[in-house]
């Protein structure tokens, strides 16, 4: 619901009292559900039958390295739109952890002397499998993450795409061959897997993430070791089930994609294991700092994946047909939670008060419901404690001088629901539109000049994605080039998220500078080396030096 009178103080005061209100009860409702009895689980009920079509159960277990296991602690996963438990996982042990990386790294021998074109086959059937379980598959990230169920689909069809893509590549991965000075010699780069590449994902993208790694360090002669997020664990083993079970089919070691469920004790592990020849780990800024410095102190390799502070700039002569719904979709869609999101808006002033007032109008047409519902565009955070950050960033917000436009309360229903917020008035430097909040709130921001909007961009600590909205081709050209984004996604006239798989993905600053999926990512899992061959008689060196 929109809002906006300045004049009511005291009609604002009692909502937030009300959503704290709100708060408390869906935390006292999840408790509730966290002592469930057995029979409660979603999984027993018949609306959720359709679970078992992906091998899950009452209690699933949390290891695969060729075999299934796992005797550590077990979690229970929840349904975000209601809370309610849909299932258990028991979690790996270190000892399993230990077990498991032994088995993956014997299972690299067998892999790595199979042909690229061959292994690009295994990806192709992995790809394929996929496809059969799509619609179930995604119907379980829906449940389990918390987003609308095409986004569910769409997340594992991205997985599906990265496979066609790697299947291609593995017939071109290669390296030149370069002009030698010496005669007599050739000169040349050969590429060879990294060997171990361990893979920590983030909950908001429990499929494809690990889809985009994955399916290329397969197909460049790599095994994998996957740690999904502790709150998405029933997706990883569901996911693993489908991949499994295409190795088994071609008689191949299991432990080529070997997955350990757990918490930090198994990540720290990770990280710290010098047989894990590459790390890729996507999640916050701040856990992966703790990551690359663990990496970094045995010089390890690590492609990060981490936050991002979008911006969408909007110029005087933008298309604001195209600006409404980009902004919408980029801010609301997967309720704020993709390290995509655009976070601010900011706007040149002479559109400004427009573009609000059409934003907030289509905020309020966004239809929110239960995520596997078609009709739904909008479903519920991921967490409780996703909820808590939402009130207190809107609460700063207030505090360092925003408005709240539209939006702001906790919504009474079950579930971790909340408002798409818009918040104006603030600072462009205000500490709170400097923090990446991982919820749907919206700071707008008005500007005047080119190079103040384009600053504004790159002040901030990340640098993922960014776009401009502008019919000027000089400006567009300014903004691509070393004066305007600094980000590893640089955008026109479409919104900030939606990325496709043939670009490379990632981002700059405290974004980690890793990049995944298309383009030459595919160098980040392979090891370098130039070869020279001497095939004459002689023996000249380089530069012309002469040792006699």
Same mark, same amino acid.
């Given at each position: 619901?929109?809002?906006?009178?300045?004049?009511?103080?005291?009609?604002?005061?009692?909502?937030?009292?009300?959503?704290?209100?709100?708060?408390?009860?869906?935390?006292?409702?999840?408790?509730?559900?966290?002592?469930?009895?057995?029979?409660?689980?979603?999984?027993?009920?018949?609306?959720?039958?359709?679970?078992?079509?992906?091998?899950?159960?009452?209690?699933?277990?949390?290891?695969?390295?060729?075999?299934?296991?796992?005797?550590?602690?077990?979690?229970?996963?929840?349904?975000?739109?209601?809370?309610?438990?849909?299932?258990?996982?028991?979690?790996?042990?270190?000892?399993?952890?230990?077990?498991?990386?032994?088995?993956?790294?014997?299972?690299?021998?067998?892999?790595?002397?199979?042909?690229?074109?061959?292994?690009?086959?295994?990806?192709?059937?992995?790809?394929?499998?996929?496809?059969?379980?799509?619609?179930?598959?995604?119907?379980?990230?829906?449940?389990?993450?918390?987003?609308?169920?095409?986004?569910?689909?769409?997340?594992?069809?991205?997985?599906?795409?990265?496979?066609?893509?790697?299947?291609?590549?593995?017939?071109?991965?290669?390296?030149?061959?370069?002009?030698?000075?010496?005669?007599?010699?050739?000169?040349?780069?050969?590429?060879?897997?990294?060997?171990?590449?361990?893979?920590?994902?983030?909950?908001?993208?429990?499929?494809?993430?690990?889809?985009?790694?994955?399916?290329?360090?397969?197909?460049?002669?790599?095994?994998?070791?996957?740690?999904?997020?502790?709150?998405?664990?029933?997706?990883?083993?569901?996911?693993?089930?489908?991949?499994?079970?295409?190795?088994?089919?071609?008689?191949?070691?299991?432990?080529?994609?070997?997955?350990?469920?757990?918490? /930090?004790?198994? +990540? =720290? !592990?990770?990280?710290?294991?010098?047989?894990?020849?590459? #790390?890729?780990?996507?999640? %916050?800024? $701040?856990?992966?700092?703790?990551?690359?410095?663990?990496?970094?102190?045995?010089?390890?390799?690590?492609?990060?994946?981490?936050?991002?502070?979008?911006?969408?700039?909007?110029?005087?002569?933008?298309?604001?047909?195209?600006?409404?719904?980009?902004?919408?979709? /980029?801010?609301? +869609? =997967? !309720?704020?939670?993709?390290?995509?999101?655009?976070?601010? #808006?900011?706007?040149?002033? %002479?559109? $400004?008060?427009?573009?609000?007032?059409?934003?907030?109008?289509?905020?309020?047409?966004?239809?929110?419901?239960?995520?596997?519902?078609?009709?739904?565009?909008?479903?519920?955070?991921?967490?409780?404690?996703?909820?808590?950050?939402?009130?207190?960033?809107?609460?700063?917000?207030?505090?360092?001088?925003?408005?709240?436009?539209?939006?702001?309360?906790?919504?009474?229903?079950?579930?971790?629901?909340?408002?798409?917020?818009?918040?104006?008035?603030?600072?462009?430097?205000?500490?709170?539109?400097?923090?990446?909040?991982?919820?749907?709130?919206?700071?707008?921001?008005?500007?005047?000049?080119?190079?103040?909007?384009?600053?504004?961009?790159?002040?901030?600590?990340?640098?993922?994605?960014?776009?401009?909205?502008?019919?000027?081709?000089?400006?567009?050209?300014?903004?691509?080039?070393?004066?305007?984004?600094?980000?590893?996604?640089?955008?026109?006239?479409?919104?900030?998220?939606?990325?496709?798989?043939?670009?490379?993905?990632?981002?700059?600053?405290?974004?980690?500078?890793?990049?995944?999926?298309?383009?030459?990512?595919?160098?980040?899992?392979?090891?370098?080396?130039?070869?020279?061959?001497?095939?004459?008689?002689?023996?000249?060196?380089?530069?012309?030096?002469?040792?006699?």
């Amino acid at each position: 619901m929109c809002t906006g009178s300045p004049m009511q103080r005291c009609l604002t005061l009692t909502l937030a009292w009300h959503s704290r209100l709100l708060l408390r009860k869906k935390i006292a409702s999840v408790r509730c559900h966290q002592s469930a009895a057995m029979s409660s689980l979603l999984i027993n009920q018949p609306k959720y039958s359709w679970l078992k079509e992906l091998g899950l159960s009452e209690d699933n277990l949390g290891v695969y390295n060729g075999s299934w296991g796992g005797s550590g602690e077990v979690v229970t996963s929840y349904c975000p739109a209601n809370n309610e438990p849909i299932a258990r996982v028991t979690q790996a042990t270190l000892a399993e952890y230990e077990e498991t990386v032994q088995k993956a790294r014997e299972a690299w021998k067998v892999w790595a002397d199979i042909p690229a074109p061959k292994r690009g086959e295994i990806v192709r059937q992995i790809g394929d499998a996929l496809r059969k379980k799509i619609k179930v598959l995604g119907s379980l990230v829906s449940l389990e993450m918390g987003k609308i169920y095409v986004e569910g689909v769409g997340e594992v069809q991205e997985y599906v795409d990265v496979c066609d893509y790697a299947v291609g590549l593995s017939r071109m991965i290669g390296g030149p061959i370069l002009p030698s000075e010496r005669p007599g010699h050739a000169l040349l780069e050969q590429w060879n897997p990294v060997g171990l590449v361990g893979i920590i994902t983030a909950f908001n993208f429990p499929v494809a993430v690990y889809g985009w790694n994955n399916a290329i360090a397969l197909t460049c002669g790599n095994v994998c070791l996957w740690k999904g997020a502790p709150t998405t664990p029933l997706t990883s083993v569901a996911v693993t089930k489908i991949v499994a079970e295409v190795l088994e089919q071609n008689n191949l070691p299991g432990a080529i994609c070997s997955m350990t469920c757990g918490g /930090a004790d198994i +990540g =720290t !592990a990770m990280a710290k294991d010098e047989r894990v020849d590459l #790390l890729s780990f996507t999640g %916050s800024t $701040h856990v992966g700092k703790l990551v690359a410095m663990m990496v970094q102190e045995r010089f390890g390799r690590k492609l990060l994946e981490l936050g991002g502070n979008n911006a969408i700039i909007v110029f005087e002569d933008a298309d604001l047909n195209l600006v409404v719904p980009s902004a919408v979709f /980029a801010s609301v +869609g =997967t !309720a704020g939670q993709r390290c995509t999101t655009t976070r601010r #808006l900011i706007l040149h002033e %002479s559109v $400004h008060d427009k573009v609000v007032e059409r934003v907030a109008k289509a905020y309020k047409q966004v239809r929110i419901g239960d995520p596997w519902d078609p009709s739904t565009l909008y479903g519920p955070l991921h967490t409780i404690q996703a909820v808590e950050q939402y009130l207190a960033a809107i609460e700063q917000a207030k505090q360092q001088g925003g408005t709240v436009v539209c939006g702001g309360k906790v919504m009474d229903r079950p579930g971790n629901y909340v408002e798409p917020t818009i918040i104006t008035g603030l600072h462009h430097d205000a500490p709170i539109v400097h923090t990446e909040t991982f919820v749907p709130i919206l700071y707008v921001l008005k500007f005047n000049t080119e190079e103040e909007a384009f600053a504004w961009n790159n002040e901030v600590k990340q640098g993922l994605s960014s776009s401009i909205f502008t019919k000027d081709l000089g400006r567009v050209f300014r903004w691509m080039g070393p004066k305007g984004s600094d980000c590893g996604i640089v955008n026109v006239n479409i919104p900030t998220s939606g990325a496709e798989i043939g670009g490379a993905f990632g981002g700059e600053k405290h974004t980690g500078g890793g990049r995944e999926s298309g383009s030459d990512s595919w160098k980040q899992y392979m090891r370098r080396s130039t070869c020279t061959i001497n095939y004459s008689k002689d023996l000249p060196l380089a530069q012309g030096i002469k040792f006699e």
